[in-house]
């Protein structure tokens, strides 16, 4: 299994299988490396919440590939009005796909959705927590640091996706911390130079690590999980 950082909070998840994208923010994303166009055939979106950042492109490519989409159940009743298939979710709920298990965690932050100048109720934001192919990966979405987080020391992670970037999540110093709750295997910093407003530098993060593999992926670089 291969996983792909492609800037900001976006992840492509490549099985033997099945094609997997987490936070589809590919187009308007100014430090992604690759075009929709670029992309093969997407079997699964998962969407942490409604921001156009982490929603991003999700109904133009389910649309094109006849993805499934897994969020909460606001973002889905949002898309219906597409003709999307989706799997609706909360916090808590934990469903089995072909890919694998999946399992909505709780983040601390927002979910709106704009639409010109409306607002929408986006639902609760929150993570995910994956079981594909005898691996562990925590996507942890748009989030703060929460006490939440210690209960997925028990899951035993083996991938740990966090935001660092600050000002909207976690930053640095507060990303630590969570490490220390979840004692992951691996952590992949996300979330982070994107914007002015969240620069941060991934290395003052693994410099400060010993309990953990600190692995830093530029957009368009890959992991073999």
């Known amino acids: 299994m291969k996983i792909k950082y492609l800037g900001h909070s976006a992840f492509f998840i490549q099985t033997d299988a ?6 589809p923010y590919i187009k308007d994303n100014p430090i992604c490396p690759i075009s929709l166009n ?5 079997d699964y979106i998962l969407v942490t919440h409604g921001h156009s950042d982490h929603l ?10 006849n993805s499934t989409i897994i969020c909460n159940f606001e973002i889905y009743l949002y898309l ?11 916090i808590g709920g934990k469903i089995t796909s072909e890919f694998g298990k999946v399992k909505m965690t709780p983040a601390l932050h927002g979910s709106s959705i704009c639409e ?9 934001p929150c993570g995910f927590l994956l079981e594909i192919e005898g691996n562990k990966i925590y996507h942890a979405g748009d989030t703060g640091l929460t006490v939440d987080m ?19 999540t976690m930053d640095i110093k507060d990303a630590l911390k ?6 992951p295997k691996t952590v992949i910093p996300m979330h982070y130079n994107t914007f002015d407003a969240i620069k941060a530098d991934p290395k003052k993060l ?3 690590v010993t309990s953990c593999t600190i692995n830093i992926l530029k957009p368009g670089e890959e992991l073999l999980v």
């Open 116 to 124: 010109g100048t409306h607002v929408l109720y986006g639902g609760n």
């Open 80 to 90: 219906s009005k597409y003709n999307i298939k989706c799997n609706p979710m909360h």
């Open 18 to 23: 099945f094609n997997i994208l987490i936070d």
């Open 56 to 65: 991003g492109d999700t109904i133009i490519l389910a649309k094109k590939h």
């Open 178 to 183: 969570s490490i220390d709750f979840i004692k």
């Open 38 to 42: 670029d992309l093969p055939k997407i």
């Open 206 to 208: 693994k410099e400060k």
């Open 150 to 168: 210690k209960l997925l020391e028990d899951e035993i992670i083996d991938l740990a996706l966090l935001p660092i970037g600050g000002t909207f």
